[in-house]
């Protein structure tokens, strides 16, 4: 793995390789929302090994990426798709994305059908099918109080790693998760953390996920879909 800094759209990103661009065959991934490109560790030496190339950025605001005040929105996240295609000078990637990062890649997609930054095809991976302000009581006060992440700025890493590992836990995490969920966070010298992604600008983007018209994007798109909707593995509860 190659770690890298890029410039495109006025910003700085942190990017991720796999494999060499050479093979002409490139996947673009994009990770979910206060996330960081790290989490695609687990997936992306499999595609390299099978002979593509890899590219996982952390987005605006996370990870060591640039982190502006403003531009929190599908325009210039897009945007910022578009410009790191092109500044690492790759044609017609395959785009993938996780979750909020899935709703990214329909978005760039649908606004870059054509062209030379457009995907030649997409995949969503639990993530993009989702139409939030159109669920039965999806009021934007409801999907609000849903999705606020807790508050975790100033929180000890010990005590973020005893609650992540903890057995009694539905899903406790191992050491390598441990380490890629840690990278979402600055390390202070005393031990506190705090997060890439502020607790202001994860809410603006809830708000725009809230108002994105996600199944208008597909009349739009001229490349395949590829929709991976998930289920965690047991136990999980019926309802």
Known sequence: MESRKVSANGLEFRVLQWGSADSGRVMFLLHGLASNARIWELTAPYLAEAGWAVFAPDLRGHGLSSKPDSGYDFAALTDDVSGLIASLALRHPILVGHSWGATLALAHAARFASGAHAASAIGLVDGGLSQLNR???????????????????????????????????????????????????????????????????????????????????????????????????????EV
Not at 159 to 171: A, E, G, H, I, S
Not at 197 to 217: C, D, G, N, P, S
Request: charged residues 25%; neutral net charge; glycine residues 4%.
């Open 135 to 237: 669920y039965p009581g999806g009021t934007w006060e409801t999907v609000r109080d849903l999705l606020t992440p807790p508050r975790l700025a100033g929180v000890q890493r010990a005590d973020l790693v005893r609650l992540l590992t903890d057995p009694q836990r539905k899903w406790p995490m191992d050491d390598e998760a441990v380490d890629i969920m840690l990278a979402n966070f600055d390390h202070g010298p005393d031990g506190r953390l705090a997060p890439h992604l502020t607790f202001e600008r994860h809410m603006h983007i809830v708000r725009k996920m809230w108002e994105f018209e996600v199944h208008a994007q597909y009349s739009r798109i001229h490349c395949p879909v590829l929709a991976l909707p998930t289920r965690p593995p047991r136990p999980w509860e």
